[in-house]
């Protein structure tokens, strides 16, 4: 069954890998529907059947394999395995695989070759994915390349910490370092700004994790809000880095504010920006689907890479080409022998419902005012709200409202308890 819209195979399946437990993942549920719309079989690993991906009617089978990614790597190879043999058995054939997180695209990456029975994988080095999602690697990789990046250290133990901080000044970034370790023994949540040495220690108590090598961190120049502007780049690449699908946009709110996940964004083409990205991926040899971060430091005009995510980004719905192509379906093209349309990307505006809610509260609260809206136009694609396939909206609805009102309850304790 072939030749659907776009030149699609519809014969071959797509997988979606994960490792972690992140089941509010917008970037899945773009990766179904997008594939899905086209008569793609999609399958996906979930963590139970009532993840938003899981009830999306472009869902062909949802495999629910939970994990937390701190299991022994062999025991996630072979979960893997077994979730391809399991799709191959299903659909007679081999899968394209997407990956969602970091720790994904390392283990397909690194077990390609007991894998390539059962999958359909980009020809991307094997150590090259893990390089890139260390934050420490990037940052040779980037200084190795002549690709723009702020300054940065990787301290092994507190005393290196504090050194580093004192180097680079106040504010500074916080950044878990590598993949992996960022869910066995996470030194902060999320990318997290400090703005003084009591609030870098509170990060970094006595204890094991502090005390002594390594330090599982990255301390990053941090690139004043007033004086930077936030850029985005997704593309997909062939062989040898060559580009099939390339796209630029601005990032306009996340969440938690300044250093989290995208929640408003818009597609604006940016052709410097195009070939910085294009460039960078050539010279590694990079393969595959890749999400990449930068910040314009308006001080000196360039644009400085920040986070090089080696797989599927959670807001690639933002970017689509007037053919048809995002990233997602460029790697099933790319990956079935199918040449990947050209065209121009469309102009677009992406949210994430209940995230940029939290944002847009977070900032007229600081502010004392509404913010203004920097993206005039509607947003043309949201991450869970969809006419077409409505459940994965409930789905996020009620797992939020429940974290929601766990977390009121919890301050709520706490507030009575030191009254």
């Given at each position: 069954?072939a030749?659907?819209?776009?030149?699609?195979?519809?014969?071959?399946?797509?997988?979606?890998?994960k490792?972690?437990?992140?089941?509010?993942?917008?970037?899945?549920?773009?990766?179904?529907?997008?594939?899905?719309?086209?008569?793609?079989?999609?399958?996906?690993?979930?963590?139970d059947?009532?993840?938003?991906?899981?009830?999306?009617?472009?869902?062909?089978g949802?495999?629910?394999?939970?994990?937390?990614?701190?299991?022994?790597?062999?025991?996630?190879?072979?979960?893997?395995?077994?979730?391809?043999?399991?799709?191959?058995?299903?659909?007679?054939?081999?899968?394209?695989?997407?990956?969602?997180?970091?720790?994904?695209?390392?283990?397909?990456?690194?077990?390609?070759?007991?894998?390539?029975?059962?999958?359909?994988?980009?020809?991307?080095?094997?150590?090259?994915?893990?390089?890139?999602?260390?934050k420490?690697?990037?940052?040779?990789?980037?200084?190795?390349?002549?690709?723009?990046?702020?300054?940065?250290?990787?301290?092994?133990?507190r005393?290196?910490?504090?050194?580093?901080?004192?180097?680079?000044?106040?504010?500074?970034?916080?950044?878990?370092?590598?993949?992996?370790?960022?869910?066995?023994?996470p030194?902060?949540?999320?990318?997290?700004?400090?703005?003084?040495?009591?609030?870098?220690?509170?990060?970094?108590?006595?204890?094991a994790?502090?005390?002594?090598p390594?330090?599982?961190?990255?301390?990053?120049?941090?690139?004043?809000?007033?004086?930077?502007?936030?850029?985005?780049?997704?593309?997909?690449?062939?062989?040898?880095?060559e580009?099939?699908?390339?796209?630029?946009?601005?990032?306009?709110?996340?969440?938690?504010?300044?250093?989290?996940?995208t929640?408003?964004?818009?597609?604006?083409?940016?052709?410097?920006?195009?070939?910085l990205?294009?460039?960078?991926?050539?010279?590694?040899?990079?393969?595959?689907?890749?999400?990449?971060?930068?910040?314009?430091?308006?001080?000196?005009?360039?644009?400085?890479?920040?986070?090089?995510?080696?797989?599927?980004?959670?807001?690639?719905?933002?970017f689509?080409t007037?053919?048809?192509?995002?990233?997602?379906?460029?790697?099933?093209?790319?990956?079935?022998?199918?040449?990947?349309?050209?065209?121009?990307?469309?102009?677009?505006?992406?949210?994430?419902?209940?995230l940029?809610?939290?944002?847009?509260?977070?900032?007229a609260?600081?502010?004392?005012?509404?913010?203004?809206?920097?993206?005039?136009?509607?947003s043309?694609?949201?991450?869970?709200?969809?006419?077409?396939?409505?459940?994965?909206?409930?789905?996020?609805?009620?797992?939020?409202?429940?974290?929601?009102?766990?977390?009121?309850?919890?301050?709520?304790?706490?507030?009575?308890?030191?009254g």
């Amino acid at each position: 069954m072939a030749g659907g819209p776009l030149g699609v195979d519809r014969a071959v399946p797509a997988l979606l890998v994960k490792v972690g437990h992140y089941p509010l993942s917008h970037s899945a549920v773009g990766a179904v529907r997008s594939l899905g719309r086209l008569g793609v079989p999609v399958y996906a690993m979930v963590e139970d059947r009532l993840t938003p991906t899981a009830l999306s009617r472009y869902l062909t089978g949802a495999l629910v394999r939970p994990s937390t990614g701190r299991e022994p790597p062999a025991e996630l190879a072979a979960a893997l395995r077994g979730v391809a043999r399991e799709v191959r058995r299903r659909s007679g054939r081999r899968a394209v695989a997407v990956a969602t997180d970091d720790e994904a695209a390392v283990l397909l990456a690194e077990h390609a070759t007991e894998l390539a029975e059962d999958l359909l994988l980009p020809p991307v080095p094997p150590g090259l994915p893990r390089r890139l999602a260390d934050k420490g690697g990037l940052h040779d990789l980037c200084r190795a390349t002549g690709t723009p990046t702020p300054a940065a250290r990787t301290p092994a133990d507190r005393a290196g910490l504090l050194a580093a901080a004192a180097e680079l000044g106040y504010p500074l970034v916080l950044k878990n370092l590598a993949s992996f370790t960022r869910l066995e023994r996470p030194v902060v949540g999320h990318t997290t700004v400090v703005r003084s040495e009591a609030e870098l220690l509170s990060h970094c108590p006595p204890g094991a994790s502090c005390d002594g090598p390594p330090l599982a961190v990255l301390v990053q120049e941090y690139l004043p809000a007033e004086q930077a502007r936030d850029w985005i780049t997704h593309l997909t690449c062939g062989p040898g880095g060559e580009p099939l699908a390339v796209f630029t946009g601005v990032k306009l709110r996340s969440w938690p504010p300044g250093a989290g996940v995208t929640t408003r964004a818009g597609a604006v083409a940016n052709p410097e920006l195009a070939e910085l990205a294009v460039r960078l991926c050539r010279r590694l040899g990079y393969c595959g689907i890749a999400d990449l971060d930068w910040r314009l430091d308006l001080r000196d005009g360039r644009y400085k890479l920040v986070d090089f995510n080696p797989r599927t980004g959670a807001q690639f719905r933002l970017f689509e080409t007037t053919a048809g192509v995002d990233v997602v379906r460029a790697l099933h093209l790319s990956l079935t022998g199918r040449p990947v349309p050209p065209g121009p990307q469309l102009r677009r505006g992406y949210g994430v419902g209940q995230l940029d809610l939290l944002s847009l509260g977070s900032a007229a609260w600081h502010e004392h005012r509404p913010p203004a809206d920097p993206w005039p136009h509607r947003s043309t694609e949201r991450a869970w709200l969809c006419a077409d396939d409505p459940l994965p909206a409930v789905a996020v609805a009620a797992r939020f409202g429940g974290r929601a009102a766990r977390y009121a309850a919890r301050r709520l304790a706490a507030a009575a308890r030191g009254g």
